[in-house]
């Protein structure tokens, strides 16, 4: 089991204390299945609750204790059916980030520029350009009803919506 400062435990309750119970000890009691999920459990958050389902107090408080002295965790708060518990996550390698071949990253851009040109090729030409040229994006967006060029003014695409006068109800 392991001890921590008062002042820590102070901290951790309050950090535990908009936590919900990760695990739940049901009518079966403390199983080996219930201590992996708990160890599971600390290993991904460090500080959990753990709900038990049992009404005897001598029980619980039982339960508490053996689940801190079997998984080498420190007893943070148990409060009526709720336990808190807290063990440091272990201290993780950090791993090199992978590279990528530039073979490859070559490779990817070459399979990127083929699938645009697939789907350019297969836009139909707009009206008065040859049939083998490539569309260039400008041509695309004219297809579409785009402009390239902002125009002044009002835009006439889009229409505009006519408000009808407020109606007002007598006092």
Same mark, same amino acid.
């Given at each position: 089991?392991?001890?921590?400062?008062?002042? %820590? +435990?102070? !901290?951790?309750?309050?950090r535990a204390?908009?936590?919900?119970?990760?695990?739940?000890i049901?009518?079966?009691g403390?199983?080996?299945?219930?201590?992996? %999920?708990?160890?599971?459990?600390?290993e991904a958050?460090e500080l959990?609750?753990?709900?038990?389902l049992n009404d $005897?107090?001598?029980a619980?408080?039982?339960?508490?204790? %053996?689940?801190?002295?079997?998984?080498?965790?420190?007893?943070v708060?148990?409060?009526?059916?709720?336990?808190?518990?807290?063990?440091? &996550?272990? %201290?993780?390698?950090?791993?090199?980030?992978?590279?990528?071949?530039?073979? &490859?990253?070559?490779? !990817?851009?070459?399979?990127?520029? #083929?699938?645009?040109a #697939?789907i350019?090729?297969?836009? !139909?030409?707009?009206?008065?350009?040859?049939?083998?040229?490539?569309?260039?994006?400008t041509?695309v967006?004219?297809?579409?009803?785009? $402009?390239?060029?902002?125009k002044?003014?009002? $835009?006439?695409?889009?229409?505009?919506?006519t408000?009808?006068? +407020?109606? +007002?109800? &007598?006092?």
């Open positions: 089991m392991l001890s921590i400062p008062i002042s %820590e +435990r102070r !901290a951790l309750r309050a204390h908009h936590l919900d119970p990760v695990v739940m049901g009518q079966h403390l199983t080996t299945a219930v201590l992996r %999920e708990i160890t599971r459990a600390l958050h959990i609750k753990v709900r038990v $005897d107090r001598r619980r408080a039982a339960m508490f204790d %053996e689940i801190c002295n079997t998984l080498a965790c420190a007893p708060q148990h409060i009526g059916k709720l336990f808190v518990l807290w063990r440091p &996550a272990p %201290e993780k390698e950090a791993a090199p980030p992978e590279r990528q071949p530039a073979k &490859a990253k070559k490779a !990817a851009r070459k399979a990127a520029g #083929k699938i645009t #697939k350019t090729n297969r836009i !139909a030409t707009p009206h008065g350009a040859p049939k083998g040229k490539p569309l260039s994006v041509d967006r004219n297809m579409r009803g785009h $402009d390239t060029k902002k002044s003014g009002t $835009d006439t695409s889009r229409t505009t919506k408000t009808r006068p +407020r109606r +007002r109800f &007598a006092d």
